[in-house]
């Protein structure tokens, strides 16, 4: 196959996932991020670079978010909200992560493949993505990508609409956004 009818298949398993989300749950996620005083994303490995991405969007519509781990993380408090996206939603690192946004009474909202998982149980708000498990040993969702690639794909274009929906309701547009763009370049 060529690499073209490769990226065709994959955006046609992308176009199958739009019908899988709950939109409430979606909602639910939108308004707390309005809600909220300061919003922390985090997840491992490409789950992780996805989150950084939305947090950067989130910055440039002027909501205080943080990537959990960098230096310039501000502290959770009471009321806060912690985004953990994780496919399996039993990383080690993450659970205890989620754990203690609880303790700080944070709200914890989960984006994932499992929502039965030990995060899922922490989980305020629990939005499921279809996708596959890494090891793709326990998945109905039949993909030809590698590992959690659907899952992270999709937690990106999710991510993405989220920002276009909080910008519909904060009445923002880009060029309004783009006066927050990085400008020492």
């Known amino acids: 196959m060529q690499t073209t009818q490769y990226l065709a298949e994959i955006i046609k398993e992308l176009n199958q996932t739009v019908d899988l989300v709950a939109d409430e749950e979606a909602e639910k996620l939108v308004n707390k991020i309005l809600e909220s005083k300061k919003v ?6 490409r789950s992780g ?3 950084k ?3 950067m969007r989130m910055m440039h519509m002027g909501i205080d978010a943080y990537v959990v781990g960098e230096t310039v993380t501000a502290n959770l408090e ?14 080690k690192t993450l659970v205890s992560i989620a754990e203690k946004a609880k303790c700080l009474d944070g709200t914890v909202a989960a984006v994932t493949i499992s ?48 920002i276009l929906r909080i910008m519909e309701k904060k009445g923002l547009d880009s060029n309004r956004m783009y006066g927050k763009h990085a400008n020492l370049e």
């Open 40 to 45: 922390f994303v985090v997840g491992a490995g």
């Open 115 to 162: 929502p039965e998982s030990t995060i899922g149980k922490f989980a305020d708000i629990i939005v499921k993505l279809p996708g596959s498990p890494k090891d793709k040993s326990e998945s109905e969702y039949k993909t030809i990508q590698p590992m959690g690639s659907l899952f992270e794909q999709t937690m990106l274009l999710f991510y993405d609409a989220l």
């Open 53 to 55: 991405s939305f947090v």
């Open 78 to 91: 009471k009321d806060d909200l912690l985004i953990i996206g994780s496919g399996s939603g039993e990383t």
């Open 49 to 51: 670079f996805m989150g």
